[in-house]
C-alpha cells in the first residue's frame, strides 16, 4: 500500500474531487509524480461506496482497496445482525478480504485472527484497523495452507468464499467457490465450535443441505427485501434439526422462524379473496415455504402456484407486505387512471397489463392480477 496515498496533499485532492466525474478525471494527469490518476480515483470510489454500505470507514487515514473488493464486501447493516449471533474468546476469519464482516463479527470476542492470501489487501486492511483502533493477529497465508497447519480450536471461523471468475454455470454449486466448502469442510468443523460461512443469495437451500451434512443453521438475510446473503453455520455437534431464520433488514418484517423439512409436511388452506391480501417478503419466497406460511398464520392460499394469502380479519404480525382489498372487474378500471401493478400468477406482465389498461404507474393505490383457485382475479386497494 505505502504511505503515499496518506500525504495530506493526496488526501486533500482526494476529498475536493468526490463529486468530480471520475471518467474525465481519469483522463487527467496526476498532479503527484509518486500517485497514478487511477490510485486516486479508485479512493473517491471507496468512499463513495462507504457513504452507502459503511459509514464508519469515512475517517481520515482510511484507505480503501479495488473495486472488486469493495463489491465483495459485506454492507453494515447485514455485518451488524451477524454480529449480534456470536460471542466468545477466539474468532478467527479465513478469507478476511476488505474485512468489514471480521470487525463487526468480532466485537464480542478477545482474540481476533485476520486470514488473507492478498499481502497487498492484507496491508490496507492492517492500516485500516490501526486507525480504527481495533487489534488483530494478521496472517498473510492461504486459508488451506494455514488450516493443514492449524493445530488451534476457535471459538468462531467464519467465512466468505468467492466464486471463481472462469466458471459459468447457471447452477450455483459449493465446488464454484475458492475455496472448496465441500473439499475442507470437515476440517473446518474439528477447528472451531462454530463454523459461520456467508454465501450468495443464488444458492440452492436444498442442495446446501443435502451436500453439507454439519449445518444446524441457516439465515436468509434481506436488507429492504433485496436478498443479500444465505449465512450457514456448522458445527460437528449437531442434532439432525436444521433451524432457519427469514430476515427482512430496515422493514418491520418479523423474523419468521421454522425447522427445515417442515415444507414437506405443511397443509395450507386455500380460499377466495377476503378482505386483507398478504405477499410474503423475498426471504420466505426464497427460502420455498408457501404451505407452511398458511399453516402457521392461519392465514389462507389463493392458489397452489400464487404465492399470496388472505384474511378476513388483520393479522399484523406477518412477514411482508398487507394490503385492504376488494376484487373487481376489468370493465371497472378507468382509463387513465393511476395504480401500483403487481402481476402474480398471471398472464401478463405489470408493463402489460399497463399497456392493455391505459393505467398511469404509481401513486397510493394498487391492483394485483392474480389467479385463485376459480381462476383469474383483480384486486383492488380499498
Sequence with gaps: MGDKLLNIKVQDYINANLNTDLHALLLKKSPFPEVSMHEIVQQIKGKQVALKKFSFLLKEGIVFPPQLNLEQSSSEKTAQYKSRLLQGEKFIDLTAGFGIDAYYLSENFNEITLVEQNPDLLEIVRNNWNILGKKATFINEKLENFLEEN??????????????????????????????????????????????????????????????????????????????????????????????????????????????????????????????????????????????????????????????????SLMQDFPGRIFEMESIDAKNIKKKSQYNIISKNYPLKPEEIKKKYSIKDGGENYLIFTQSKKGKIILKSV
Design 151 to 312: 493445530n488451534e480450536i476457535f471459538d468462531v471461523i467464519y467465512m466468505d468464499p468467492a466464486r471463481r471468475d472462469n466458471n459459468k454455470n447457471k447452477v450455483f454449486l459449493l465446488e464454484d467457490l475458492s475455496p472448496d466448502i465441500l473439499a475442507i469442510q470437515e476440517k473446518l468443523v474439528s477447528s472451531a465450535d462454530k463454523v459461520v460461512i456467508k454465501l450468495s443469495p443464488l444458492i440452492d437451500i436444498k442442495y446446501l443441505v443435502s451436500v453439507v451434512p454439519s449445518i444446524f443453521r441457516i439465515d436468509i438475510i434481506a436488507v429492504k427485501n433485496d436478498v443479500k446473503e444465505i449465512v450457514i453455520f456448522l458445527s460437528n455437534q449437531k442434532d439432525n434439526r436444521i433451524f432457519c431464520n427469514c430476515i427482512n433488514l430496515e422493514s418491520d418484517d418479523p423474523v419468521f422462524e421454522f425447522i427445515f423439512g417442515d415444507e414437506e409436511n405443511a397443509v395450507a388452506e386455500y380460499g377466495e379473496p377476503e378482505k386483507y391480501i398478504y405477499i410474503p417478503n423475498n426471504t420466505i419466497l426464497k427460502a420455498g415455504i408457501f404451505n407452511l406460511i398458511s399453516q402457521k398464520t392461519g392465514l389462507k392460499k389463493l392458489h397452489p402456484n400464487t404465492h399470496i394469502y388472505t384474511s378476513d
